[in-house]
């Protein structure tokens, strides 16, 4: 089982976003190293989350365009029900490895870091939404430096003003890019760590 090497004062939460289309993907995925975390995916027909074993089932839609509505139910889930200093948001295609215990430590250090890249893209989404007409159409997307959404952490203040901020009707389709939106609105900028020394994205490991 992986050692949680990382400062034993800092309370880390995980929130790994799947779907039932690849569930195959959550099974397969090794956790050890992440101490407690929930996966978490939608069921539009649920009234309220609904807890079954590690999943959380949010009532939202299940597809790549809800992925925002998805991530910010989840940071509410989590404020409301978990004890925690730093949430970790990944996804369940992501391994975890090297120096991945470092990586938490100097995340605790900031209200918002991962891996920075800036919005230089807005076809992104083509071919994995279900509406026809989105998988065909350049979307709108914030300017600015945001943190990469396979693995970006929050501090607490971060994730309450999240849960307590709402889902936009005109949200942003890229949740990393609303996350980091929503966070500039207070002043709250990405910060840098090395994301690319202890996470993997299936079979391709992260440039620096």
């Given at each position: 089982m992986g050692e949680q090497l990382y400062k034993k004062s800092t309370r880390l939460f995980t929130i790994i976003l799947t779907c039932e289309k690849y569930r195959y993907k959550m099974l397969s995925q090794d956790t050890t190293m992440l101490g407690d975390y929930m996966y978490f995916i939608g069921d539009p027909e649920l009234p309220s989350p609904?807890?079954?074993?590690?999943i959380v089932y949010l009532p939202c839609p299940d597809n790549y365009e809800s992925l925002p509505i998805k991530t910010l139910m989840a940071i509410k889930w989590a404020v409301e029900n978990k004890e925690f200093d730093l949430i970790l948001k990944t996804d369940d295609d992501v391994s975890f490895f090297g120096n991945f215990?470092?990586?938490?430590?100097?995340?605790?250090?900031?209200?918002?870091?991962?891996?920075?890249i800036r919005a230089d893209y807005n076809d992104w989404h083509f071919g994995k939404c279900d509406n026809p007409e989105l998988n065909n159409t350049p979307v709108d997307i914030p300017e600015g430096n945001y943190c990469q959404g396979l693995a970006y952490f929050l501090s607490k203040k971060s994730a309450l003003y999240?849960?307590?901020?709402?889902?936009?009707?005109?949200?942003?389709?890229?949740?990393?890019a609303e996350i980091g939106y929503l966070l500039?609105?207070?002043?709250?900028?990405?910060?840098?760590?090395?994301?690319?020394?202890?996470?993997?994205?299936?079979?391709?490991?992260?440039i620096p």
């Open positions: 609904l807890v079954k074993g590690d215990n470092k990586i938490v430590c100097d995340a605790s250090e900031y209200d918002y870091s991962g891996r920075v999240l849960a307590s901020y709402g889902i936009r009707s005109n949200n942003f389709i890229y949740e990393d500039r609105k207070i002043g709250i900028n990405p910060n840098r760590v090395e994301v690319a020394e202890g996470f993997k994205e299936g079979s391709n490991q992260w």
